[in-house]
Nanobody, 120 residues
Framework: QVQLVESGGGLVQPGGSLRLSCAASGSIFSINTMAWFRQAPGKERELVATISNGGSTNYADSMKGRFTISRDNANNTLYLQMNSLKSEDTAVYYC??????????????WGQGTQVTVSS
């Protein structure tokens, strides 16, 4: 079993910054793709950014230039640096990881979510 625990969410003013973290633990042989998703009230969950185990990144268009995804493979930790935050960035942010366990199974895991609220 694998656990993903997010942290770093909170209340920030428009134009401000936050850094989210996601720590993975448990039966992990390696982690392939990791990603951040978000879900605003009344909306579907949407992709924010992805990062491969080699460090290749992709971003949703509305996040390009403002958000930076990164990872620390040695510590199985994922990050999301969010700058120039807007009210429309308000959402619950979820961490995702595709984990290869010691039984050679590739399984998808999600964190519990962390609330980000952008408001003055």
């Amino acid at each position: 079993q694998v656990q993903l625990v997010e942290s770093g969410g909170g209340l920030v003013q428009p134009g401000g910054s936050l850094r989210l973290s996601c720590a993975a633990s448990g039966s992990i042989f390696s982690i392939n793709t990791m990603a951040w998703f978000r879900q605003a009230p009344g909306k579907e969950r949407e992709l924010v950014a992805t990062i491969s185990n080699g460090g290749s990144t992709n971003y949703a268009d509305s996040m390009k230039g403002r958000f930076t995804i990164s990872r620390d493979n040695a510590n199985n930790t994922l990050y999301l640096q969010m700058n120039s935050l807007k009210s429309e960035d308000t959402a619950v942010y979820y961490c995702y990881a595709a984990v290869l366990d010691y039984g050679s199974r590739l399984l998808n895991y999600w964190g519990q979510g962390t609330q980000v609220t952008v408001s003055s």
